[in-house]
Nanobody, 122 residues
Framework: QVQLVESGGGLVQPGGSLRLSCVVS????????MGWYRQALGSERELVAQ???????NYADSVQGRFTISRDNAKNILFLQMNNLKQQDTAVYYC????????????????WGQGTQVTISS
């Protein structure tokens, strides 16, 4: 069974920084892509950033230049460094991992973390 556990959320003032972590545990036999979504109150869940197993990342326009996604493949940990935070970044942040259950053909299943609250307020 695969589990994702996030940490690092909290309350910070505008302009501040936070670093989110997501630890992936369980039986995993291949490389996999990961990423972060967020969901603000009353809004749909939106993609924030994603990173492939070869460390190629891309970002939502709203966070480009402020957020950095990275991963430690040896430890199966995903990070999201968030700088220059704005009130509109307030949301619950969820990590996900697309874990392969078949190599040929390559088929994956998406697992989610439980979410961590990020609140930007003065």
């Amino acid at each position: 069974q695969v589990q994702l556990v996030e940490s690092g959320g909290g309350l910070v003032q505008p302009g501040g920084s936070l670093r989110l972590s997501c630890v992936v545990s369980g039986t995993i036999f291949s490389d996999f892509d990961m990423g972060w979504y967020r969901q603000a109150l009353g809004s749909e869940r939106e993609l924030v950033a994603q990173i492939t197993d070869s460390n190629s990342g891309n970002y939502a326009d709203s966070v480009q230049g402020r957020f950095t996604i990275s991963r430690d493949n040896a430890k199966n940990i995903l990070f999201l460094q968030m700088n220059n935070l704005k009130q509109q970044d307030t949301a619950v942040y969820y990590c996900y991992a697309d874990i392969p259950f078949s190599i040929v053909p390559r088929l994956t299943r998406r697992y989610w973390g439980q979410g961590t609250q990020v609140t930007i307020s003065s």
